[in-house]
C-alpha cells in the first residue's frame, strides 16, 4: 500500500466543500490505488458542523481514506499537506461581479500562502477556487516566498468543462470527442473561451461551426454561466465546481490526456505576450507532475483583442490588491 497523500481543503463545509471531500475520499482525485488523509480547515464559528462531515466520511467506509483531522488552525490543516484546495471564501450572489468579492476575500489568501510557506511539504501543489480565484493564487503564491510560484494555480478547468459541454451539444457529439479548447485569461465575464484550435473527434471543429454562433452565444455563455446558475438555483455552482477540482488536480498530478491540453490559470512566463507573473489562464499539457504551456499557438485577432482586454482586468485586479503582494 502506497503511503497517504495528505489533501487539506479550505472551507471544507461548505458547499463545494461538501461535495469534494467525498469525491476525493472515493479516489476521483488521485487514483485508486492512491490512499488519502483528509484535512478539513474551517472558521471557528463553523469547524463544529466539521464533525458531521467526519463522521458521514466515516460511515461510507471509504477503503482510500485513511485519516481526517477537522480543525480551525490553518497550520494544523496545512501542516506537511501535497494538495491544497483553497476553496474557503465567500462566494457573490446575484448581480455581483467576482471582483467585487476581492476586498472580502483578499485577506484569507494571504494568511494562507503564509501558513503554507510555513508548514506544507515542499513540494506542495496549491489549488485556489475562492473567487476572485487568478487573483487571489497571486496573493497567496507572493506571501509564500519559499515556495515556487508554479506550484500555486487557480481554477478555470469549470469555464473549460462548460466550453466542452456547449461544443459537444452543438456538433451532436460525446464530450469524449472534443479536445483542445482554451480558457485564456481570468476566470470572470472577460475570459476568453477558445475553440479555434478545438479537435472534434482528430478533426478541426473550427469549419464545421458557424462563427456567429460561437461568438454571439457560446462565448457570452459560457463567460456568464456561473451568474446564471447562481440566478436558477440561488447559490453559486458546487457539484460541477467539485468536478473541475477533481479534474484540475488529477490531471496536473497524472498527466493530460494524449493528443489534449486542459486550461489552468498559471503564473504566466511571458507566453503570448501576457505580463509575467500574472496568474492567467493558459492551454497546458501535464506530465510527470509539472505543466507546460502549450507554445507556438496561431491566435487569431478577435481572440488576441478578448485576450488584451482579460489581462487588462487581471492587472486592475492586481492593483487593488498592490499592499497584499509582497515584493518579490
Ligand atoms: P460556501 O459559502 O458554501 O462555503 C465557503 C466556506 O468557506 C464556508 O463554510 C466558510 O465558513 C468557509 N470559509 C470562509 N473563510 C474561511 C477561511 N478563512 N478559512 C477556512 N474556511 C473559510 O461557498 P462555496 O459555494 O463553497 O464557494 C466557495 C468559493 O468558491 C467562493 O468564493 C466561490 O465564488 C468560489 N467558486 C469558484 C469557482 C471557480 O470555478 N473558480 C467555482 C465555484 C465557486
Ligand atoms: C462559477 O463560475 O460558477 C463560480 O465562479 C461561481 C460564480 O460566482 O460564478
Redesign the pocket.
Known amino acids: 500500500m502506497k503511503e497517504p497523500l495528505h489533501v487539506a481543503i479550505?472551507?471544507a463545509?461548505?458547499?463545494?466543500?461538501y461535495a469534494l471531500a467525498f469525491r476525493i475520499a472515493a479516489g476521483d482525485m488521485l487514483g485508486s490505488e492512491q490512499p488519502v488523509a483528509l484535512r478539513l480547515?474551517?472558521?471557528p464559528?463553523?469547524v463544529q458542523s466539521l464533525e458531521g462531515v467526519h463522521m458521514e466520511l466515516q460511515d461510507c467506509a471509504f477503503p482510500l481514506l485513511q485519516e481526517v483531522v477537522t480543525t480551525s488552525d490553518?497550520e494544523e490543516a496545512f501542516n506537511g499537506c501535497d494538495i491544497a484546495l483553497l476553496?474557503?471564501?465567500?462566494?457573490?450572489g446575484p448581480g455581483q461581479e467576482?471582483k467585487d468579492?476581492l476586498q472580502a476575500?483578499a485577506a484569507?489568501f494571504s494568511?494562507?500562502g503564509r501558513a503554507l510557506d510555513a508548514v506544507a511539504s515542499r513540494q506542495v501543489k496549491v489549488l485556489v477556487?475562492?473567487?476572485p480565484?487568478n487573483t487571489n493564487a497571486l496573493i497567496a503564491s507572493s506571501n509564500a516566498k519559499r515556495l515556487n510560484p508554479q506550484q500555486f494555480s487557480?481554477?478555470?478547468r469549470?469555464?473549460h468543462n462548460r466550453t466542452k459541454a456547449q461544443l459537444a451539444a452543438r456538433l451532436q457529439c460525446s464530450v469524449r470527442e472534443v479536445k483542445r479548447v482554451t480558457i485564456w485569461g481570468n476566470?470572470s465575464a472577460t475570459q476568453v473561451p477558445d475553440v479555434t484550435q478545438a479537435l472534434i473527434a482528430d478533426r478541426p471543429a473550427w469549419p464545421q461551426l458557424d462563427h456567429g454562433w460561437v461568438e454571439d452565444t457560446m462565448i457570452p455563455l459560457v463567460q456568464q454561466r456561473?451568474a446564471a446558475v447562481i440566478k436558477a438555483r440561488g447559490?453559486?455552482?458546487?457539484a460541477s465546481?467539485a468536478s473541475?477540482i477533481m479534474d484540475h488536480v488529477r490531471d496536473w498530478v497524472q498527466g493530460t490526456a494524449p493528443g489534449d491540453w486542459v486550461s489552468m490559470a498559471i503564473p504566466s512566463d511571458g507566453s503570448y505576450g501576457i505580463e509575467t507573473g500574472l496568474f492567467c489562464s493558459y492551454p497546458v499539457v501535464c506530465r510527470d507532475g509539472r505543466y507546460n504551456i502549450v507554445p507556438d499557438l496561431a491566435i487569431e485577432e478577435p481572440i488576441r483583442k478578448r485576450i488584451k482586454a482579460t489581462v487588462a482586468e487581471l492587472l486592475e485586479e492586481r492593483e487593488a490588491v498592490a499592499a497584499l503582494l509582497k515584493p518579490s
Open positions: 479550505s472551507g463545509a461548505g458547499q463545494i466543500g480547515l474551517e472558521i464559528q463553523v490553518t476553496v474557503g471564501a465567500r462566494p457573490r467576482r468579492l476575500n484569507i494568511a494562507q477556487v475562492g473567487n480565484a487557480a481554477m478555470t469549470l469555464d476566470h456561473g447559490a453559486s455552482s458546487a465546481a473541475a
